[in-house]
């Protein structure tokens, strides 16, 4: 793994990219930040070395090396998910080569269903803590001491600077950002009635990425910070079918809030 790395890193750099300060992976139907970065280079990643290829329609599946807020910037458009047959160390590879590329802060997104009941469709929410359901975990198997410890401490995964930040930004600029726990499931189906009264018992929204990578960037010392898009309500007693199609439309709609967000954060880091 440690050769692919290399060999990854290696071959973007050769590419121009190099030294980026902040990464970014942004989830279903959440590309338009893309339109906001000064882009000096775009990579489909069909041809970067060793990387996954993205399979969700909604994923674009481009890395973008470029400019934003004054701030050089490297942007994953469209992620991978365990459920489409990848494993999770290939699902977080690409948050090992930000790093090893310099970022210093990852700010992540991913479009979720509101199990709360107070936080309603198109807000965002900020994620204090998470629980894994996946039914792996991507540091298991040999650990390199190179990349972070064998036992990484979880006690606070997401930046408290960060969030303090994005709250703040929040309210400055007048945007609904509700605080809660996000439990990652396999997927790809959506829930239940029955799983979403188990799942909101312990947690405020579901979606099915965000935690490996979290996972690794603790393990390699990256701080982050990361917001779903809520685009659908579950309340297991008045559900109603799911629409990929409006759930993407809804993506879309919030993620105008996201940008202002994310933007002004990368300008205060």
């Known amino acids: 793994m440690l050769q692919k790395l290399t060999e990854t890193v290696q071959f973007l750099k050769s590419e121009g990219i190099d030294s980026p300060q902040i990464g970014i992976v942004l989830g279903t139907g959440l590309g338009k930040l893309v339109e906001e970065i000064e882009i000096i280079k775009s990579v489909e990643y069909k041809d970067i070395p060793h990387f996954p290829i993205a399979t ?24 991978f998910h365990y459920y489409e047959g990848y494993s999770l160390a290939e699902v977080i590879f690409p948050v090992r080569v930000m790093k090893k590329l310099g970022i210093n802060f990852l700010l992540l997104s991913n479009a979720a269903g509101a199990m709360n009941l107070n936080f309603k469709k198109g807000t965002l929410m900020l994620i204090e803590d998470h629980i894994n359901m996946l039914p792996d975990n ?9 990349l972070g410890p064998r036992f990484p401490d979880m006690s606070r995964p997401y930046s408290h600077k960060l969030n303090e930040l994005l709250t703040e930004i929040a309210k400055r600029e007048k945007i609904i950002l509700n605080k809660g726990v996000y439990v990652a499931v396999m997927g ?26 979290v996972i690794v960037a603790n ?30 439309a809804t993506a879309g709609k919030a993620e105008i809030s996201l940008i202002i967000l994310f933007k002004n954060l990368i300008a205060e880091l």
């Open 188 to 213: 790809p189906n959506l829930e239940t009635r029955a799983e979403y009264r188990m799942l909101r018992s312990f947690a405020d929204a579901v979606g099915m990425s965000t935690v490996p990578e």
């Open 56 to 79: 969700v329609e909604s994923h674009h599946g481009r890395l973008i090396y470029g400019l934003l807020e004054g701030k050089l910037i490297l942007a994953m458009q469209g992620r």
């Open 219 to 248: 393990h390699m010392g990256l701080p982050c910070a990361a917001i779903s898009v809520l685009t659908d309500e579950c309340d297991p007693d008045n559900l109603e079918p799911a629409d990929i199609n409006d759930i993407i």
């Open 138 to 146: 991507p540091l298991r198997g040999f650990n390199y001491d190179k």
